[in-house]
Each structure stands twice: as structure tokens, then as C-alpha cells.
């Protein structure tokens, strides 16, 4: 008699295995960032193919439908860059980036606004500086 209790579509609020899957790509960190600065535009490139181009010129960026390649709006704020997006769900983020101290490692930091209530959710991710691979040495024919 009876059956299960609470909330259906698998206790999950709905959430298809579709939407899990577009988040834990969107949230997943990089294992390695390549970032080329040649302004007014800031490429950041990751181990995992996703690509974002950073405007800081206020031109009008158009949203991209494919997910590993993105465009957006940027922003100084003082040493950080600052671009805000809408994650899969639609919901309003803020991605920053920002060197730290010594010049060692990078920083970047996701906050999010999740659920109903708007519940803010920091997200940081910190990054080692790796120096380019020493050029070959060319060696001549004696």
C-alpha cells in the first residue's frame, strides 16, 4: 500500500541527467589555463578544450550556443578580470580572475547565485604558474 514519498522526478528536483552533466562541465576546474592577453581581448583556453574570449571594450558580444566556446563581457576591477554570464540553468554568475602575490599563481573564482532563493555559492580554484618548456637546443653537424 502506498508508495514513495516526497519529491518525484528521482528526489532530484527535476534536474535531468542532461542538466547534471552541463553543470559539472561548467564547474569542472582545468587541470592547465593558457591565457593570451592582446587587448582589449583576454583568451583563456583550458586542458579540456573550453575556450573564452574576454572583451573589455564594452562591445556587444553575441551568446554562444556552443558551450566550450564562449564570449563575453569583461571588466578591470582594480588587478582582477571580471565577466558575468548565465550558467546552463540560466542562473546569473560572476567569473573572476586574478594574479596573486609573487606572481606564482592564478586564482579563479566563480560565485553563483543557486535555487529559488538566490543562495550565493564561492567557488575558487587556484592555479600554479608553469614556465613555458625550455626551446631545444639545436645541435650542429661537426
Known amino acids: 500500500m502506498g508508495g514513495r514519498g516526497g519529491m518525484g522526478g528521482g528526489g532530484r528536483g527535476g534536474q535531468s541527467d542532461s542538466d547534471r552533466e552541463k553543470m559539472h562541465l561548467f564547474l569542472e576546474p582545468a587541470q592547465q589555463l593558457t591565457i593570451t592577453q592582446k587587448e582589449p581581448e583576454i583568451d583563456v583556453a583550458d586542458d579540456s ?18 558551450a566550450s566556446h564562449q564570449e563575453l563581457n569583461a571588466k578591470w576591477q582594480e588587478y582582477r578580470l571580471v565577466a558575468e554570464g548565465k550558467d546552463p540553468k540560466g542562473n546569473k554568475y560572476e567569473r573572476s580572475y586574478e594574479v596573486l602575490d609573487g606572481n606564482q599563481q592564478l586564482r579563479e573564482t566563480f560565485l553563483l547565485k543557486v535555487g529559488r532563493s538566490g543562495t550565493e555559492v564561492s567557488i575558487r580554484y587556484v592555479y600554479d604558474l608553469v614556465s613555458p618548456p625550455a626551446k631545444a637546443q639545436q645541435q650542429t653537424a661537426h
Do not use: G, L, W
Not at 59 to 64: I, T
Open 49 to 66: 578544450d573550453r575556450q573564452f574570449a574576454f572583451y573589455t571594450d564594452d562591445r556587444k558580444v553575441e551568446k554562444s550556443k556552443d
